[in-house]
């Protein structure tokens, strides 16, 4: 279905290519992933299938790529577009009318196809993606989980022969993400679709894929072949994944399910045994940069978070909260004290009200009724340059704080914006992420790099509390391991941090406190091993594994075997399991 033949890209001005001899056939009705680090090539791969690569992108193609029988060289996007569906990593961008019944139908207008055809398609995709109830809602009115199940729907009512698809799930809850995956899994398997994603969040898709694409980047060759031997060498790769490496099982599990069948022994093992926390950042200022040595490997076995710290006085108090956005009532009731030197996970399915809330704490909605204080502040009332010395967000996308044309301006801005003094911006950003130039242009910086650019201009000010929005959208594994060093080093200097995240695993490894959002209500609050390992939902994958054992990282269970044997550095524990 998808033949690739040769295919080098190469971007003007670029110092080596971004794709180099990629030779390979995807078959029709496979399910095929897309894996890599971050700036790899994985979407330039995916914009030659569309042909956005290099018709709209520009650049030199050399080789061929062929998509049901169409060359792209010769075959525009428009002309691929009832065969190839493509949904990008930010849809709204991609929106082009304002309801989402209309958006739905939009792309089938555009073919031409008749009205009781649309109709029934339009129908069948509300229900599939669950979007019955928000067939007349705005689109600039959902939230972003709700947004990507819209674009994704926009493309399953063409019914292309391919879809390609950038980070599907990466702003989905995890049950939004599951009902996507089932609609893919029903599509390849009783369609004949061929589904080609890209996706950092492995725990997610890994298990459904037929077949696996790895580019490891920094020049080396793709690999291609059965999901179960690529992840045997992928430097990216699950905790399910990690925790199989780790104890030499063969063949490799690539689902809970698997794990959970095989990890019997493994739990009588730990049985007498006890998770060690993670210890506390020590001897470095907070924003400085994470330790050279780790790398995608590791990052996906980190330790759980160390015990939460003994609360301070309070940098937040939301009492009684409740916000009404465009006559729905987003948050009601909201209890929330937020202490320094205490990362607290805000997690709850989309739409429950976890984006408002952070909003809220900055200013940008007024309380309906019940109050917000930060630091003796009331933030809507509060001017926004006193406000920034208290709070400060990263939205769910950083470049909505970046608007100079390179990293030197906007570090100026920030000192300019906060009365810093000239320089600090600048020197937070070599702190967190040394070597990036003045000159470059924030869009040319990949998700994490951006991610931490913005984090730094919030910094500047040196704000108290700093909320994050989906922080680890768009990261691989590695980029997610430098954003743990950072927040737990903040954390350490007596920052407070509160993330909204639907990545589990992040909340498993990083939050000291979970936070559970639900309709806008509090439904669950406490220290986060408590928390997830009682959740079905936000319960991290080694959790599932070794329920009802209170594990949550891999790494945790690697050094409690290590220290149980005696030798504190490593452990082969492959022959006892």
Known sequence: MITFEQVSVTYPEASHPALTSLDLTVPEGELCLLVGPSGSGKSTLLGTVSGLVPHFTGGVLHGRVTVAGRDTRTHRP???????????????????????????????????????????RVEETLDLLGLAELRNRPLATLSGGQQQRVAIGSVLTVHPKVLVLDEPTSALDPGAAE???????????????????????LERVVQYADQVILL??????????????????????????????????????LSVRDARRRAAPLRARLADLKPAPAPSPSGRSAGSAPSSGSDASTASTPSAPSPSPAPGSALADVTALAV?????????????????????????????????????????????????????????KAKPAVLLKQVGLVPQEPRDLLYCDSVGAECAAADRDTGAAPGTCRALVERLLPGIPDAVHPRDLSEGQRLTLALAVVLTARPGLILLDEPTRGLDYAAKSRLVDILRDLAATGHG?????????????????????????????????????????????????????????????????????????????????
């Open 78 to 120: 428009r002309d691929l577009a009832d065969v190839v569906g493509t949904v990008g990593q930010d849809p709204p961008a991609h929106f082009v009318t304002d309801t989402v019944e209309d958006e739905l139908a939009y792309g089938m207008e555009s073919l031409g196809l008749a009205p009781e055809v649309m109709r029934r």
């Open 179 to 201: 009902e996507v995956l089932a609609v893919l899994q029903r599509l390849v398997h009783d369609l004949g679709t061929t589904v080609l994603l890209a996706e950092h969040r």
């Open 216 to 253: 490891p980047g920094g020049g080396q060759a793709a690999r291609f072949g059965e999901t179960a031997d690529i992840m045997a060498v992928s430097p990216v790769h699950p905790p399910v994944v990690a925790l199989g490496r780790a104890v030499g099982w063969s063949p490799l599990p």
């Open 324 to 380: 009404r956005r465009g006559g729905v009532e987003a948050l009601r009731r909201v209890d929330l004290t937020l202490h320094p030197g205490q990362i607290t996970a805000l997690m709850g399915r989309n739409g429950a009200g976890k984006s408002t809330l952070l909003n809220s704490l900055v200013g940008l909605h007024a309380p309906t009724s019940g109050r917000v204080d930060v630091a003796g502040l009331t933030p809507h």
């Open 497 to 577: 941090v509160l993330l909204a995240t639907h990545d589990v695993e992040l909340a498993a490894e990083l939050a000291h406190r979970t936070v559970i959002l639900a309709e806008g209500e509090i439904v669950a609050d406490g220290l986060t091993p408590e928390i997830v390992v009682s959740s079905p939902a936000f319960a991290p994958q080694v959790a599932k594994i070794l329920n009802p054992e209170p594990w949550l990282t891999v790494r945790q269970v690697t050094e409690a075997l290590a220290g149980s044997e005696g030798s504190p550095g490593s452990v082969d524990i492959a022959g006892q399991i």
